[in-house]
């Protein structure tokens, strides 16, 4: 017998969050222990019941998906999440990932893949709609290529990175590290040319796309 999983679902369309549920029952071991239809309801719920798995609607009134991760993380809150979305792209697939985000599901292949996306993601494995695979892959390319040059980067210069990816300022970055600002610039430069980085802004724009490979 399956273990049973515990669900919450959120979505702002009443007719798609009904479809949603009416599948999801018919299997077994899911048991949906609550639903909301805006985003903070979803947090308020999701942090009173503690569900295994919460699949939710990214685009919703109030708080959004990244938001809602994002205080469930800041109040430690362990719950595996799927996302739901009518978007395919690219930079909001690997904005999902990075924060940990264990589902990726389009919401024209939700009737399709929820049942397995559920069982796979309570499995603590991943599960992306098979479209989006190519994803996935240009991911894997991207740390590839990027790996041998963060290794020319020193702890400080890392971290750096990271803060930059953070949208920290020089100022706020160098009172953060206890350091100057000129101290914090110097090794902005240094970055800069060991990752080959040329033109106003690039850095901050390097910063953002690769910040999960320095985490």
């Known amino acids: 017998m399956k273990k049973e999983v515990r669900?919450?679902?959120?979505?702002?369309?009443?007719?798609?969050?009904?479809?949603?549920?009416?599948i999801m029952e018919i299997e077994e071991n899911f048991h949906i222990i609550g639903e909301a239809s805006n985003g903070a309801d979803a947090l308020a719920r999701i942090?009173?019941?503690?569900?295994?798995?919460?699949v939710l609607d990214l685009n919703m009134?109030?708080?959004?998906?990244?938001?809602?991760?994002?205080?469930?993380?800041?109040?430690?809150?362990d719950v595996k999440i799927i996302f739901l979305t009518?978007?395919?792209?690219?930079?909001?697939?690997n904005s999902a990932l990075d924060l940990g985000v264990r589902g990726y599901i389009l919401k024209d292949s939700a009737v399709a893949d929820i049942v397995n996306a559920v069982n796979t993601v309570a499995k603590e494995r991943s599960f992306i709609t098979p479209k989006l695979s190519s994803y996935l892959l240009n991911r894997h390319?991207?740390?590839?290529?990027?790996?041998?040059k963060t290794?020319?980067?020193?702890?400080?210069?890392?971290?750096?990175?990271?803060?930059i990816a953070e949208h920290k300022t020089?100022?706020?970055?160098?009172?953060?590290?206890?350091?100057s600002p000129r101290t914090v610039d110097r090794h902005r430069y240094n970055i800069c040319n060991k990752l080959e980085i040329r033109g106003i802004n690039s850095l901050l724009k390097f910063a953002i796309e690769n910040k999960s490979k320095f985490l």
Do not use: Y
């Open 7 to 22: 669900i919450f679902i959120a979505d702002d369309h009443p007719i798609f969050l009904s479809g949603l549920r009416m």
């Open 47 to 54: 942090c009173e019941l503690k569900p295994d798995v919460a």
């Open 61 to 77: 009134p109030d708080k959004n998906g990244f938001e809602i991760v994002r205080n469930l993380r800041e109040q430690n809150i």
């Open 86 to 93: 009518m978007h395919d792209e690219e930079a909001t697939f």
């Open 141 to 148: 390319q991207n740390l590839v290529d990027f790996a041998p």
């Open 151 to 163: 290794e020319l980067l020193t702890p400080t210069e890392t971290k750096i990175l990271r803060l």
């Open 170 to 179: 020089t100022k706020e970055i160098a009172s953060e590290l206890f350091v």
